[in-house]
């Protein structure tokens, strides 16, 4: 399977994905002094950014074990129930991003406790003016190869603020993504995706990584994917593969 773009484009993308392990880390040290200023009267956590910002959300909220209900927020509109005691996580990796600054603004006015993840911009600019806690990440990344800056400062916070228990989840995680092997598997399901339209099925909670990997092939590979879950696949997407020649 071929990765979109130039030989040199190709490099860099093969590059970031290879050093994923050590953004994993970068970003556990980045987020490491920050956390709720509030959290034993936190009710609720929202995520708000669209796109590629927004998935950091839909896996957080797959990961996590914890009571605390948590909501992604893809537009400008934030949920009605965010107030003081909600948690709202504003990512926008540019800073640049419309909605995701309307939200911020919503989510201020509404006296939540915001923590903003973005390598500047407008949305930078705003956190110092607002003084907003903001956790800066490296710029001059291909956003969708960001993941790892955007998500993994959350969990550093939420840990911070013991609304949860990473133990060592992160250097553990780091580590295998490090290892050859994983890389290797890597190399050999590109290689059986050649010239193919990969359809990824998950389970509910797994959901978000099905769209990581549809997000992925569809921006990184210039390929069509598509995902679905189960069970509600089983009602009617699994119907299709009865013709499946259309």
Same mark, same amino acid.
């Given at each position: 399977?071929?990765?979109?773009?130039?030989?040199?484009?190709? !490099?860099?993308?093969?590059?970031?994905?290879?050093?994923?392990?050590?953004?994993?880390?970068?970003?556990?040290?980045?987020?490491?002094?920050? =956390?709720?200023?509030?959290? *034993?009267? +936190?009710?609720?956590?929202?995520?708000?950014?669209?796109?590629?910002? @927004?998935?950091?959300?839909?896996?957080?909220?797959? =990961?996590?074990?914890?009571?605390? @209900?948590?909501?992604?927020?893809?537009? =400008?509109?934030?949920?009605?129930?965010?107030?003081?005691?909600?948690?709202?996580?504003?990512?926008?990796? %540019?800073?640049?991003?419309?909605?995701? $600054? !309307?939200? =911020?603004? %919503?989510?201020?006015?509404?006296? @939540?406790?915001?923590?903003?993840?973005?390598?500047?911009?407008?949305?930078?600019?705003?956190?110092?003016?607002?003084?907003? *806690?903001?956790?800066? +990440?490296?710029?001059?990344? #291909?956003?969708?190869?960001? /993941?790892?800056?955007?998500? $993994?400062?959350?969990?550093?916070?939420?840990?911070?603020?013991?609304?949860?228990?990473?133990? !060592? *989840? $992160?250097?553990?995680? @780091?580590?295998?993504?490090?290892?050859?092997?994983?890389?290797?598997?890597?190399?050999?399901?590109?290689?059986?995706? /050649?010239?193919?339209? #990969?359809?990824?099925?998950?389970? %509910?909670?797994?959901?978000?990584?099905?769209?990581?990997?549809?997000?992925?092939?569809?921006?990184?590979?210039?390929? /069509?994917?598509?995902?679905?879950?189960? #069970?509600?696949?089983?009602?009617?997407?699994?119907?299709?593969?009865?013709?499946?020649?259309?």
């Amino acid at each position: 399977m071929s990765l979109g773009g130039n030989n040199m484009e190709q !490099d860099s993308i093969l590059k970031h994905l290879e050093q994923f392990h050590s953004q994993c880390i970068h970003a556990a040290k980045l987020a490491s002094e920050y =956390y709720a200023k509030d959290p *034993e009267n +936190i009710d609720n956590i929202v995520v708000t950014g669209v796109g590629n910002s @927004a998935l950091p959300g839909d896996l957080l909220k797959s =990961y996590l074990n914890i009571k605390k @209900a948590v909501y992604v927020n893809r537009g =400008y509109r934030i949920p009605e129930f965010v107030g003081p005691r909600s948690l709202v996580f504003v990512i926008s990796y %540019s800073g640049e991003t419309e909605e995701t $600054i !309307d939200a =911020y603004r %919503s989510s201020l006015s509404r006296k @939540a406790q915001v923590i903003c993840i973005t390598s500047g911009g407008k949305l930078g600019q705003l956190c110092r003016i607002n003084n907003t *806690e903001q956790i800066l +990440i490296p710029k001059g990344i #291909p956003q969708r190869l960001a /993941l790892g800056y955007m998500f $993994i400062p959350m969990l550093k916070v939420l840990e911070n603020s013991g609304l949860c228990d990473l133990s !060592d *989840e $992160i250097e553990k995680t @780091a580590k295998t993504l490090k290892s050859p092997m994983f890389k290797n598997k890597a190399l050999e399901l590109a290689d059986r995706l /050649l010239k193919k339209i #990969p359809l990824i099925y998950t389970s %509910s909670k797994f959901k978000s990584i099905g769209l990581r990997w549809k997000y992925m092939l569809n921006e990184t590979a210039k390929t /069509l994917a598509f995902t679905g879950e189960f #069970p509600d696949m089983n009602y009617n997407e699994i119907n299709g593969f009865s013709q499946p020649q259309g």
